[in-house]
């Protein structure tokens, strides 16, 4: 089995020139055997027409997306059709280039464009769970407005019982400075208490002089 590289050694398409440069410089890389078929060469014709009538991909460029003719490089593995560029680019991206060029074993060839649709499922897939548990994440707008109102009211609720307990110690504190306040002032009322028949002693001895000396003129 021989893989052929039908190139265009004449196109006016500078994206054409490129990928066939592409292709030829990794097939080279990986030391992957091929014939280059140029179908501008003269004698070439039988081989353009059979890659135009073989090639379902057309091989589009953005100059050129949709050719009248499928666009080089096209890739074959002897009369058997691989694919254009694009399918040669993602198949070297994904490491199945040798299945996508038909050198692999026979059962893994079976199943070369399965695996490639396969890789790209898992890819969508895996991005699709990783969206989900996303939004799976994100709290639901009206629960955590709920939460935010009851946090505040129990807040409020907590500053009212911390004001009424300091007025109530506040309370307390000065009923208790009056009490001491009155406590101070009762040594004092005695003592005033106590100097009255002190006052009263006085006044009766000087009753009884003035009495003796009225007693002692009327003699």
């Given at each position: 089995m021989v893989l052929k590289v039908y190139?265009?050694?004449?196109?006016?398409?500078?994206?054409?020139?490129?990928?066939?440069?592409?292709?030829?410089?990794?097939?080279?890389?990986k030391n992957i055997k091929y014939d280059t078929v140029d179908i501008t060469e003269p004698g070439k014709e039988s081989e353009k027409e059979l890659m135009q009538n073989k090639s379902?991909?057309?091989?589009?460029?953005?100059?050129?997306?949709?050719?009248?003719?499928?666009?080089p490089p096209q890739l074959f593995n002897d009369d058997e059709y691989c694919g254009d560029y694009d399918a040669f680019d993602m198949a070297n991206e994904i490491d199945t280039l040798e299945v996508f060029?038909?050198?692999a074993p026979a059962d893994t060839t079976a199943v070369s464009t399965a695996q490639i649709e396969l890789k790209q499922e898992n890819g969508d897939a895996k991005k699709e769970e990783a969206e989900a548990e996303a939004e799976d994440k994100k709290p639901e707008s009206g629960d955590g407005d709920?939460?935010?109102k009851e946090e505040a009211a129990e807040k409020a609720e907590n500053?009212?019982?911390d004001g009424k307990d300091k007025e109530n110690s506040k309370g307390e504190d000065e009923d208790a400075d009056e009490e001491k306040a009155e406590q101070k002032k009762l040594p004092a009322t005695t003592t005033t208490t106590t100097a009255v028949p002190a006052k009263k002693t006085s006044d009766s001895q000087s009753?009884?002089?003035?009495?003796?000396?009225?007693?002692?003129?009327?003699?």
């Open positions: 190139v265009s050694g004449m196109s006016g398409n500078k994206e054409v020139k490129k990928r066939q440069q592409r292709v030829l410089m990794i097939l080279d890389s379902t991909s057309n091989g589009g460029t953005v100059s050129d997306p949709e050719p009248r003719h499928p666009l060029l038909k050198l709920v939460d935010v500053e009212d019982a009753d009884l002089l003035l009495d003796s000396e009225r007693a002692a003129a009327a003699q």
